[in-house]
């Protein structure tokens, strides 16, 4: 799903973020097993009704006509999943082969590999008009709604208006919930029956009402911009929004690579940018110990895992990703589901038989001493972000360790040792 903004306290459904459960994976909602979707509780219903009355009063003065308001706001109910979805807490710190085991499985390649061969025609003009590779596109498709078998259970208008009551973004989904409305009101698409995610996602690639408004088409030329019942609209759309972005045509995302057992690993970063040729310099390798190509093209190397891991090379259209959805799992995911359907082999790395997991709670208590070592790493939640890892990174170096900014128990350790 595109285009959800940060909540500090949770985001969607697995919550793999930048190698772990932190980010904004708005992929489609598995089946739930909570029980009952609506609150009871009287003193609730009263807070929300009074909030969709305030809606009601946003949505006429945006000009949003009498006869759309009464025919989709009677209807609405506060969703109780949508609450418990968008605050519940991971107790683990998932890393990125949980998430690469979970979502790019061999079924969901070999389905991918169908669609391709299925949409071929379709898809190789949505690339000629737009310059998105057709794997690109089957690959969002296949990690959104797994090729379109599920959309998401909960009404659209009930979870756009429960997540406009709560206090957290209500302005955001305020203003999604209006923008929903309006595009019942022009006839894209009924969203009295629509389903999807918890967080009001649509379709089959799984856009939110914002992002639907700004970059959704009309491809099949039936005067609707249906993402729900035409594959050509979802297409299409998908391919303009990452177009409209700047997707760069004819580049990869990035590559598998072997990184030198001696290697200054600070570089390892997303804001560290070198060319192709610069990293080859520096030792790197494609996954199968090849030296890399010379070239002028620009890469950041990630280490999904800390320098133990799995390493990659990742290049612009892996950030273009990233502006889809801002995890680096889900990047890295689409990526190699992507080269995966294209007919690549899976990745060279070795996955570990087991892997150690940080608690919340021990990610907590990271934090809480980089804090008190004077390496700032933010607020101490539990979720390890950008500016815990450049912490850690920083600590690391000074430490005399390997500093790939990876959180483990390695890193725990040698933290409450110095913090003794």
């Known amino acids: ?81 949508v609450i418990k979805s968008d605050s519940a807490q991971p107790e683990f710190f998932y890393t990125f082969w949980h998430y690469l085991n979970r979502r790019v499985t061999e079924q969901r390649v070999e389905r991918g590999r169908e669609m391709l061969q299925q949409h071929y025609r379709l898809l190789h003009q949505v690339y000629r008009e737009f310059g998105v590779r057709p ?50 009101q022009r006839g894209d698409m009924d969203l009295t029956r629509a389903k999807g995610s918890w967080a009001g996602a649509m379709g089959h690639t799984q856009f939110m009402p914002s992002t639907f408004e700004r970059y959704a088409l009309d491809h099949d030329g039936d005067g609707h911009r249906d993402l729900y019942g035409s594959l050509a609209d979802a297409f299409a759309s998908s391919a303009n929004y990452l177009s409209s972005i700047g997707w760069a045509p004819g580049e990869r995302w990035g590559r598998e690579v072997i990184v030198p057992f001696r290697f200054d690993w600070s570089q390892a970063s997303m804001n560290t940018k070198k060319t192709v040729s610069e990293w080859r310099a520096l030792g790197l390798r ?80 990271i934090q809480s001493i980089l804090n008190r070592l004077g390496y700032a790493s933010g607020e101490p939640d539990g979720v390890v972000g950008r500016q815990t890892r450049k912490a850690a990174q920083r600590f690391q170096a000074d430490a005399g360790l390997p500093a790939d900014g990876y959180p483990d128990k390695t890193l725990l350790a040698a933290l409450r040792q110095t913090a003794q």
């Open 1 to 81: 799903m595109t285009s959800l903004p940060a909540n500090p306290a949770h985001h969607p459904v697995l919550r793999f973020s930048h190698v772990l459960i932190a980010g904004l994976v708005m992929t489609a909602m598995a089946p739930s097993s909570m029980a009952g979707d609506n609150i009871n509780a009287p003193a609730a219903a009263e807070n929300f009704n009074g909030c969709l009355a305030r809606l009601e009063t946003r949505a006429a003065d945006r000009g949003i006509e009498a006869a759309t308001l009464r025919a989709t706001l009677p209807g609405i109910e506060q969703a109780q999943r």
């Open 286 to 365: 494609d996954a199968f110990g090849r030296p890399l190509p010379e070239s002028d093209m620009k890469g950041s190397l990630l280490l999904p895992m800390g320098h133990k891991g799995p390493a990659f090379l990742v290049y612009e259209n892996f950030n273009i990703i990233m502006e889809w959805n801002r995890s680096l799992s889900y990047a890295l995911a689409v990526g190699h589901l992507a080269d995966r359907i294209a007919g690549m082999g899976e990745l060279t790395a070795k996955r570990p038989e087991a892997i150690e997991l940080l608690s919340r709670a021990e990610v907590t208590e």
């Open 135 to 184: 794997e690109y596109l089957v690959a969002f498709w296949g990690l959104e709604t797994n090729y379109g078998s599920y959309f998401g259970k909960i009404p659209v208008l009930d979870a756009l208006a429960t997540l406009a009551c709560d206090q957290r973004r209500s302005e955001f989904f305020t203003g999604e919930f209006l923008t929903a409305l309006e595009l019942h």
